[in-house]
């Protein structure tokens, strides 16, 4: 198996194996077409530690008439608010809405990222320098498109969801065909929310033994712990959905993650990041330290007098590890006291003849 590459976003970060996870608050159209509440999400986003917040890039062209006309009214009116076209419609942003978010973001210190859905859409996010473009699941088919961002030479977070294993090595051909180099690749379940045994997170060491790229998790799920999983099995990227009220109509704030949710992923991601680790077995200064006090030393059972053997039922094992060690005893039955020795002393090597 080749060895996993790094990836470099065009802004400097590294991602990759050898590296903390970067975090990513998806608002998508949690901003509802408000611009306050845009800027808000940024806000709390970049105070619960995110690295980015990512936003979608589409308009009503997405789209087709027939599929308009069939979804005229809804009975979910929490994520609903009217007719599939009146919620593109609000939730889309103008590229003024998408400069004015790019440079909030750039004012609080957070990357912005959006998802393209067209080569215009490309354009649109290239001009605003992301340091990556992030594909949606649902264009990992979509070879035209994929080659247009290849041709871009940025960056790319590909979403695999719904995508066979073929299907994912063809996206990756087509994105390194027309000049992708930094290629990061996105576990996913395209279900609101899944269920955890349809997640598969073991999927993720699989793509990263086909493909020898890093590998990330983008989740659906409800609460933390499938994406601190997803750290743990070493993910690279966490991609959340982000709101700040989980009752607000729209499509995506009922699974998403709250402020107080996506700061326990942030902080618990570094933690579990920082715990993994090396593969190599090493005892460090603390511990070292600690076996001093923990592990145990020969001390003698009852008194010997000069000259006698020693014999094992004349020794005993006591804290502190600073002497002759348990696993030395070998070494000293049959040996003899140099000196009168009283109960309990703590034999040393000098002790004995």
């Given amino acids: 198996m080749e060895t996993v590459t790094s990836a470099h976003l065009a802004n400097g970060r590294v991602l990759g194996p050898d590296e903390p996870p970067y975090l990513i608050a998806e608002i998508g159209a949690n901003h509802n077409g408000d611009m306050d509440l845009c800027r808000r999400l940024i806000d709390e986003a970049k105070a619960a530690g995110a690295d980015a917040v990512k936003f979608q890039s589409w308009s009503s062209s997405l789209i087709s008439e027939a599929e308009y006309a069939r979804h005229t009214s809804y009975s979910d009116t929490r994520k609903h608010f009217g007719s599939l076209r009146e919620m593109v419609e609000r939730y889309q942003l103008s590229p003024d809405q998408h400069e004015e978010a790019a440079a909030h ?135 959340k959905h982000f709101t700040l009220d989980k009752d607000l109509e729209g499509w995506d704030h009922a699974i998403s993650a709250d402020p107080a949710e996506l700061a326990a992923i942030a902080a618990g991601g570094r933690t579990v990041w920082a715990a993994l680790g090396t593969t190599e077995r090493t005892v460090g200064e603390a511990e070292l330290a600690k076996r001093r006090q923990f592990r145990r030393r020969v001390v003698l059972r009852r008194a010997l007098a000069a000259g006698r053997q020693v014999s094992f039922d004349d020794l005993d094992f006591k804290r502190p590890g600073t002497g002759i060690g348990a696993d030395e005893t070998g070494y000293v039955v049959g040996r003899r006291a140099a000196r009168d020795l009283p109960a309990e002393h703590e034999l040393e090597w000098g002790d004995l003849a």
């Fill in 105 to 239: 973001c750039r004012t609080v210190g957070v990357d912005f990222l959006s998802t393209p859905f067209s080569a215009a859409e490309v354009d649109l996010v290239l001009a605003l320098d992301v340091p990556a473009i992030k594909v949606a699941s649902m264009d990992v088919v979509h070879l035209p498109l994929l080659e247009y961002i290849g041709h871009t030479g940025r960056p790319v977070l590909l979403s695999t969801g719904m995508a066979t294993i073929a299907e994912v090595g063809r996206a990756i051909d087509a994105l390194r065909a027309a000049g992708t180099r930094d290629l990061v690749l996105l576990h996913c379940v395209s279900i609101y929310p899944p269920e955890p045994d349809t997640i598969n997170l073991r999927n993720m060491a699989g793509l990263r033994a086909a493909f020898a790229l890093p590998v990330g998790f983008s989740d659906h799920t409800i609460g933390v712990a499938v994406p601190l999983a997803a750290v743990a099995l070493g993910a690279c990227v966490i991609e």
